[in-house]
């Protein structure tokens, strides 16, 4: 009986992958076939994980929970960040999985199958314990995410995929050094090297090179598009095809947050002294910085990819908080706002790709009117809208109300700048609703739907946006799904994070470790 | 030899090989009578049956693969037993010989196909091929300077033959005689390297200063002058020279870009794994006593390579000449894992000592460096020494299985998780923390970094979609050859790296 989740969650990462494997193995099956194998793959994972969240809100008092011990250390379990973002990848897959087998494309089994590779990977980084297999499975991820790019991408897929293997690459590289060094320090061999396990040695280890630190913030910063190194973002999530920017996004994007906070902030303390410092001032210009950045822009996708790049801000600065001050609730608010804003950022990108469809074309000003024929497009993006700029009733308001609430002891200054992008997310996403659906129509849409009228979007579409929008209200009407699951976490890490400010005979436990572990 | 015996009876008696010793090279002798089976089939077989020569010496070379995994067998000797009146002893591991073979094997694959393509024989081809094999594995074990100069030039002369082999095509030829003027000037140096060793040390009284075992003992016991010391210097340029390492990475490009491809990748890998061997049965046998010099003089050399292979790299638009100048960075790679075998002689990665972890790179390296020659020599290309990235165009669609050949191989060299290459990589870099050499984990890190530039630059041609105006281009037939080494190396980049971690 206890094994059956455990079970589930094997069947949840390795269906998708087993799935794909199949597909790109028979390039000619039959499309009928293709296409309800593939959907299999990414309903599956989304009808496991959300139970698996509230099977582990149920049984909070263990800080890992469903693990299984795979061959070669690569367990799965999840723990309390893990089980709500992997619902929420979950959901983003199902999402993107229905969109993708609603396009037309060349190679579509290899295409289907790639998606739930990538799928597959993301759902794996979020379910495992082990620093290298969570590694892994980022590459894992990463690998298909270049390929669909390259080949169904956009425009500017060539640079765009480039500029991204750099940037990761280099990014990777540097949190690799920093979890290489982090074990030699902790003197871990590689099949103990779980977060749990890393945490708890290291919050003994004297010898910490200083630089350790650093590249771990800088290198999971990096495929967190941390500023500066955030500028690979844009422009790949752009190029992408639109499942793959949904689920790189919303998703997989995520892996460099999730590794600042168990690896950085509950081993190394990244939020403190002059790391501390840089890590405000980064947060901080993503915040501002980035916030500007969207203001000029003129292409629908590529506005939506940097706002993705701006929200990612207010999650720094929770954890960052949680860190310097220890405050759980920071932690908390950033584990929320991940949630809700891969929903909404996920929504965003399918439902700008059905703008796409019917105005071909994603430049702003070639755009306008539409809400006069797609009603209920126009209704769906505008509630994404809401959704992502914090409205409340939607996840994102817990989220960023949150960060502002542990913000509230910090100097005045950080909270002007921080409450001031609030209103520069309003005034760009709602320049871009008005561009797109209001005021006149411009001239060569006019022309264009002259000669190829629009429908309004179709059932399969609603069903897909719904699916993300449908989660961001429960969680939004039920901030208790997501907070009971984080809350031991983050208050594990606040107290642990703050053991050196602390006399140091009372140092706490190891914060996924306060309870007997299943090892 | 400077031992002086009574009488011949005594000489003989003394220095006369056991039985034993020739057991311990019966795989060295396989090889090497697998080489002559190739020119004795060419010589008796009707043309129909020709095809059964490249067959012997792959089912050969898979026999002797599968000898040299035999546990416990008379071919793998303790450490310390020296064969043949000490000219030779087993230092490294023998899973080393494992290297070349694997390498020859498949090398023999690429070439099969390409060589009679281009009207070149099959047969003469695989001889010198095995020939060649035969000397490296002789060459890792050897013990004294006159079988390490033997076994060398053996494998030099054969490879000079390999690289001209095309006598048609201008750029074989010519990467021919650059080779031959280069590896002369190697073989000088080296030769000049011992006679200096053997004359500054002869001069103090060792009885055969040509053997490692004396010289390390006398180098030990502080005996080595300037002289001695400049000699050494000589002795690892020549084995750098080999391996590609920097100063001695010049002649790289340029050869591997006229050589067949086939010999190309054994150049690559099968030379380079001779450089890297016997750098380190060099710096860990006879010249370990000057640990202390070589060490800071290898780590600077090898952050130095780490870079200059990669930065070169990056303004290439050759594939060919790309994968030369990465092959001088994995040199550098080699060259950090000796350095920290040098720097802290206990040093291990998950329970792998250094020497294992050189052997699983080069491994890995073997693996991704014929997934990209087999994708290579199936394409067609009027000139096998220009292969310009951009050709690559519309691979994906012309021959998925050729751009997932390329996929997996250029992931792997490039270590990308989770090919084996990341595997291996990852093992030096572990090492090179344990034993605290920051500047040259700095540089490894740098350096894959920038060659993701590169690499991926080759890669995306392949996959990515060709624009809409660009002329649609005829599929590609790969062999079922092609396609079985394709699918066995694609299997092994995969299953490799985790069969190692568990």
Known sequence: ?519 | MSLIFANIDVAFKALAPRSSDWLSITPEIAVAGLSILCLVQAMLLPAKLRWLISATARAGLVLVMAMALVPHAGWKLAEDVATFAGLLRQNLPCEVRLVFLFSALLTSFVADRFLRDRGAAVADYHHVLLVVTAAFMLLVQSNHFVTFFLALETAAVGLYILVGYLRKSDASLEAGVKYLVAGGLSSALLLMGMVLVYGSLGAVGIADSLNFTQIGNALAAGKGSALTLAGVALILSGAAFKLGAFPFHTWIPDVYQGAPTPTTAFLATASKAAGAFTLLLLVTGPFVALAPKIAPLLAVIAVITLLVGNLAALATTDIKRALALSGVSHAGFILAAITAALAMPSVTAFDYNAEQTIVFYLLAYIIGTFLTTQALASMPAPEDHRRPILALRGLMRRAPILAGALGFGIGSLAGVPPTVGFIAKLLILVLLVKAKLWWILGAALISVAVSIHYYFSILREAVVRPSEDGQELAPLEVSFVARFVIGALAAASILGGLLVLS
């Open chain 1, 1 to 519: 009986m206890d094994t059956f989740p455990a079970t589930l969650l094997q069947v949840a990462i390795t269906a998708p992958v087993l799935i794909g494997l199949i597909l790109i193995a028979g390039r000619s099956l039959p499309r009928s076939f293709a296409s309800g194998f593939a959907f299999t793959g990414f309903a599956l994972p989304a009808l496991i994980a959300p139970c698996l969240l509230v099977l582990w809100i149920n049984d909070a008092t263990s800080p890992l929970q469903f693990r299984t011990d795979g061959p070669w250390g690569f367990g799965f379990a999840l723990n309390g960040l893990g089980a709500p973002l992997l619902a929420m990848t979950s959901l983003i897959g199902l999402a993107a999985g229905i969109k993708a087998l609603t396009q037309d494309v060349e190679a579509r089994n290899t295409y289907l199958g790639l998606i739930l590779f990538m799928l597959g990977g993301t759902l794996g980084v979020f379910a495992t314990d082990h620093l290298i297999g969570f590694y892994f499975f980022h590459e894992f991820a990463l690998i298909p995410t270049f390929i669909l790019t390259l080949f169904w991408g956009g425009e500017g897929r060539r640079t765009a995929a480039m500029q991204m293997a750099i940037y990761l690459t280099a990014g990777a590289m540097a949190s690799l050094a920093g979890i290489l060094i982090a074990l030699d320090a902790a003197n871990l061999s590689f099949a103990n090297a779980t977060f749990v396990n890393v945490a708890d040695s290291l919050g003994t280890a004297k010898n910490i090179p200083a630089a350790t630190g650093a590249l771990v913030l800088f290198g999971f910063g990096t495929l967190a598009s941390l500023f500066p190194f955030h500028s690979w973002a844009a422009p790949g999530y752009s190029a992408a095809p639109t499942p793959v920017s949904m689920i790189h996004a919303g998703a997989l994007k995520k892996f460099g947050v999730y590794g600042l906070i168990l690896l950085g902030l509950s081993s190394l303390n990244i939020s403190q002294g002059t790391l501390g410092s840089w890590f405000l001032w980064l947060a901080i210009s993503n915040v501002f910085i980035v916030g500007l950045i969207c203001l000029t822009q003129r292409d629908l996708k590529q506005l939506l990819s940097w706002s993705s790049v701006a929200h990612m801000g207010p999650i720094f600065l929770g954890i960052w908080v949680c860190g310097a001050s220890g405050k759980a609730a920071g932690l908390d608010a950033a584990a929320f706002l991940m949630v809700a804003h891969g929903l909404s950022c996920a929504a965003l990108f399918l439902l700008a790709n059905a703008v796409r469809q019917r105005a071909g074309t994603y430049r702003l000003d070639e755009l306008g009117g539409l809400a006069s024929r797609t009603p209920v497009l126009a209704a769906f993006f505008i509630a994404a809208t809401m959704a992502s700029i914090g409205l409340p009733g939607f996840g994102n308001f817990w989220g960023e109300i949150g960060v502002f609430l542990a913000l509230r002891a910090q100097p005045l200054w950080i909270q002007a700048i921080v409450a001031s992008t609030v209103i520069i997310s309003a005034i760009y996403a709602l320049r871009a609703v008005a561009a797109t659906f209001f005021g006149p129509t411009s001239a060569p849409l006019t022309a264009r739907l002259e000669t190829a009228p629009c429908d309004d979007i179709n059932w399969i579409e609603r069903i897909a946006a719904s699916i993300l929008l449908g989660a961001s209200l429960t969680i939004g009407f039920m901030p208790s799904l997501i907070t009971k699951s984080t809350n031991p976490v983050s208050t594990g890490v606040a107290n642990f994070s703050q053991r050196t400010s602390t006399a140091p005979a009372a140092k706490p436990a190891a914060p996924v470790q306060s309870l007997p572990s299943a090892r």
